[in-house]
């Protein structure tokens, strides 16, 4: 791939939502592996949290040690969040929807909505965001959509195809990256769809990133929390009568 773009100057973070303690158990963080890889491979610096490897406080405040917690990492992690040019979420699927770890995850940083970046928009204008759903009952677009919406409305930029993810069959049985006896492959690892999503979802996260960078961010015109009464009454118009 010749004609592939320098993306060695961009950074990406993965928070893997999983509700296993261990990364290492996460089927989630399988897949969220084979992304990373991608992302690897071409030069982006990619560093992977697992949410429950930290003590991530309860509540809409920036530290809740200030609210009575003996500990919060959550201030640390932000700082990863803001120095990486791409943000994907984890998560695995429980009755239909994201993990409470992503709802908490999301939480926390939302708290910062009241920051605003060097032009004055919201903290997280100019970053690329996606997601990544694992799990063994349907719901990965639906999953998709409550993570990818919290994260536009919090100032991500997300492109096409900014979501991938696997299901098994319904009911018990293996989840993603699980060794079944007989198969060529683990679980998952040879579904057609999940990987031609992932592929897919990666590299477009990775051009949104250049792009983003490359264009000094997201333009600052009407989007300007603090001055967009001034330009409202500089764009008003006057409705067609009734």
Same mark, same amino acid.
């Given at each position: 791939? =010749?004609?592939?773009?320098?993306? &060695?100057?961009?950074?990406?973070?993965?928070?893997?939502?999983?509700?296993?303690?261990?990364?290492?158990?996460?089927?989630?963080?399988?897949?969220?592996?084979?992304?990373?890889?991608?992302?690897?491979?071409?030069?982006?610096?990619?560093?992977?949290?697992? =949410?429950?490897?930290? *003590?991530?406080?309860?509540?809409?405040?920036?530290?809740?040690?200030?609210?009575?917690?003996?500990?919060?990492?959550?201030? @640390?992690?932000?700082?990863?969040?803001?120095?990486?040019?791409?943000?994907?979420?984890?998560?695995?699927?429980?009755?239909?929807?994201? &993990?409470?770890?992503?709802?908490?995850?999301?939480? *926390?940083? $939302? @708290? $910062?909505?009241?920051?605003?970046?060097?032009?004055?928009?919201?903290? $997280?204008?100019?970053?690329?965001?996606?997601?990544?759903?694992?799990?063994?009952?349907?719901?990965?677009?639906? %999953?998709?959509?409550?993570?990818?919406? @919290?994260?536009?409305?919090?100032? $991500?930029?997300?492109?096409?195809? =900014?979501? %991938?993810?696997?299901?098994?069959?319904?009911?018990?049985?293996?989840?993603?990256?699980?060794?079944?006896?007989?198969?060529?492959?683990?679980?998952?690892?040879?579904?057609?769809?999940?990987?031609?999503?992932?592929?897919?979802?990666?590299?477009?996260?990775?051009?949104?990133?250049?792009?983003?960078?490359?264009?000094?961010?997201?333009?600052?015109?009407?989007?300007?929390?603090?001055?967009?009464?001034?330009?409202?009454?500089?764009?008003?118009?006057?409705?067609?009568?009734?």
């Amino acid at each position: 791939m =010749a004609d592939t773009p320098d993306f &060695s100057d961009l950074t990406a973070l993965y928070v893997n939502c999983s509700l296993k303690h261990e990364a290492r158990d996460s089927h989630t963080m399988k897949l969220i592996n084979r992304s990373a890889g991608i992302m690897r491979s071409v030069g982006v610096n990619v560093d992977i949290v697992h =949410a429950l490897g930290h *003590r991530i406080g309860v509540g809409m405040v920036k530290d809740t040690t200030e609210i009575g917690d003996d500990r919060d990492d959550w201030p @640390a992690l932000q700082e990863r969040v803001m120095a990486a040019d791409i943000l994907v979420i984890g998560t695995p699927i429980w009755l239909g929807v994201p &993990s409470s770890v992503s709802a908490l995850v999301i939480e *926390r940083m $939302y @708290a $910062y909505s009241g920051d605003r970046n060097d032009k004055g928009q919201y903290l $997280y204008y100019g970053k690329a965001g996606g997601c990544i759903v694992t799990g063994n009952e349907d719901g990965v677009k639906a %999953c998709s959509k409550i993570v990818l919406y @919290a994260l536009q409305h919090i100032g $991500y930029t997300i492109p096409p195809q =900014a979501d %991938c993810g696997w299901i098994g069959e319904a009911g018990p049985g293996p989840s993603y990256g699980d060794v079944i006896e007989g198969a060529d492959a683990p679980a998952g690892y040879d579904n057609e769809f999940t990987n031609k999503n992932t592929t897919i979802m990666t590299w477009n996260l990775m051009h949104l990133g250049r792009m983003l960078r490359d264009g000094g961010g997201f333009p600052a015109l009407g989007n300007q929390p603090a001055h967009w009464q001034e330009v409202a009454n500089a764009t008003q118009f006057e409705p067609d009568p009734v």
